[in-house]
């Protein structure tokens, strides 16, 4: 039994040797031949034999071979299981838990008891908002922490800037994604509105609406009532 150990130990060693060495020439090679390629987070392997993920920003992935003769950008398709591999990837590295959001920067919609809770980043001029908005009239039972993030242009910021500094900042944000009732003009500290930006570019929310559930799940687009609903029921934090 000792010989084993012996044994299976060094096998252990010498793979961790050699991917570590993989990892290293990866990183010389990339970063010569490529001085523009940000710096290298992380490498790691991938489900096909020869082939490292590589990634940089925190959140772009990047592929390569052993050596780093050749740089991929592009999604990795699982055919089998009919799964996009780099997406679910990026889905890990942008996760976001449910008490990680900055729930001081957002205003609240509650429906019934208000027992379960949502968080939704809106842009006061997505039309795929209004619509989404307009199937969340259906949910009951539900707090809906809604983060004004502004991404389509200067006439979204104005709208975004009037409903936050309404007295009764719902009201005015359903008035007008429901009723196309312009929010009324107003002025006050608004920098919530950058924060908002700001934290949805570091967590890569590139459209709205975007969705987010207390097991700290997201989901991109305006989903039909079914699909919310299920997810009410299924998230537990």
Not at 6 to 13: E, K
Not at 80 to 100: C, G, H, I, N, P
Not at 131 to 143: G, Y
């Amino acid at each position: 039994m000792k010989a084993l150990r012996n044994t299976l130990l060094l096998l252990l060693s010498a793979f961790c040797m050699g991917a570590m060495a993989q990892e290293a020439a990866i990183r010389k090679n990339l970063a010569e031949r490529l001085p523009n390629l940000p710096p290298i987070d992380e490498v790691s392997k991938t489900p096909i034999n020869g082939l490292f993920e590589v990634r940089v920003n925190q959140t772009d992935i990047f592929y390569t071979d052993a050596q780093g003769n050749y740089l991929i950008q592009g999604s990795l398709i699982d055919t089998r299981a009919r799964v996009d591999l780099t997406e679910q990837r990026l889905q890990q590295l942008t996760a976001v838990a449910f008490k990680d959001l900055p729930l001081k920067d957002a205003f609240t919609i509650v429906r019934g008891n208000g027992s379960r809770q949502m968080a939704v980043f809106s842009d006061p001029n997505c039309g795929f908002c209004k619509r989404f908005e307009r199937d969340l009239l259906k949910i009951n039972d539900v707090t809906v922490h809604v983060f004004l993030y502004p991404i389509l242009g200067p006439d979204s910021i104005n709208k975004s800037r009037h409903i936050w500094c309404a007295k009764d900042k719902d009201k005015a944000y359903l008035d007008w994604m429901l009723n196309n009732v312009t929010p009324t003009a107003a002025n006050c500290d608004a920098a919530a509105l950058d924060r908002n930006v700001a934290f949805g570019r570091q967590h890569r929310i590139n459209g709205t609406p975007a969705t987010f559930f207390v097991d700290g799940t997201r989901i991109p687009g305006a989903v039909g009532v079914d699909q919310i609903a299920r997810k009410l029921a299924e998230a537990k934090p």
